[in-house]
T-cell receptor, first 113, second 117 residues
Framework: KQEVTQIPAALSVPEGENLVLNCSFT??????LQWFRQDPGKGLTSLLL?????REQTSGRLNASLDKSSGRSTLYIAASQPGDSATYLC????????????FGPGTSLSVIP | NAGVMQNPRHLVRRRGQEARLRCSPM?????VYWYRQLPEEGLKFMVY????????ESGMPKERFSAEFPKEGPSILRIQQVVRGDSAAYFC???????????????FGSGTRLTVV
């Protein structure tokens, strides 16, 4: 059974710091992995999608890496800003009879001005 | 393309009432997935439906919850006799195919926030 975990559960950093969020999954048979951002009471905002054949994706200050063999992904946020404060979710899509998606519990990030 | 439409955005029900949540998939998508997000938690898979068929309901609570995706119209998630513990955000996603695209094919709705008082 695929399980997705995220460490840390919560993180508070001063503005300007670089930070890393971690996501682990138990079954490496995945199609892709995606990082989302969720603001309180809101829906999901897609950040980065990494195919299983890829090692990393970058968008602006965000960089996501994927090591499928070890079941790990990291989201790197450079020069954090108060506007980055949100919950960050990772999700994986499984190679099962259909493209089932499993989410991690999220990391709650607070960037202090 | 209006994307995945969920309504209502917010729903308040008293304990014991029924809640009906609607999800209209993206045009051309025939696969619908429902997820529940309890407070301070991630999204938990509930059910996967194709038109007129429930394919995987392994995440559905055994009682009071049901889902359908009729030939015509939106997918409905129905919760009978709601209790306080049903208060959560319910997200719907749709995809055009089942195999091989994974998250690349998924489009999520904005969710319905159910509050049981």
């Amino acid at each position: 059974k695929q399980e997705v975990t995220q460490i840390p559960a919560a993180l508070s950093v001063p503005e300007g710091e670089n930070l890393v969020l971690n996501c682990s999954f138990t079954d490496s048979a995945i199609y892709n992995l995606q990082w989302f951002r969720q603001d309180p009471g809101k829906g999901l905002t897609s950040l980065l999608l990494i195919q299983s054949s890829q090692r990393e994706q970058t968008s602006g200050r965000l960089n996501a890496s994927l090591d499928k063999s070890s079941g790990r992904s990291t989201l790197y946020i450079a020069a954090s800003q108060p506007g980055d404060s949100a919950t960050y979710l990772c999700a994986v899509s499984l190679k099962t009879s259909y493209d089932k998606v499993i989410f991690g519990p999220g990391t709650s990030l607070s960037v202090i001005p | 393309n209006a994307g995945v439409m969920q309504n209502p955005r917010h729903l308040v029900r008293r304990r014991g009432q029924e809640a009906r949540l609607r999800c209209s998939p993206m045009k051309g998508h025939s696969h619908v997935y429902w997820y529940r997000q309890l407070p301070e938690e991630g999204l938990k898979f509930m059910v996967y439906l194709q038109k007129e068929n429930i394919i995987d309901e392994s995440g559905m609570p055994k009682e009071r919850f049901s889902a359908e995706f009729p030939k015509e119209g939106p997918s409905i998630l129905r919760i009978q006799q709601v209790v306080r513990g049903d208060s959560a955000a319910y997200f719907c996603a749709s995809s055009p195919t089942t195999i091989g695209t994974g998250l690349r094919g998924y489009t999520f709705g904005s969710g319905t926030r159910l509050t049981v008082v």
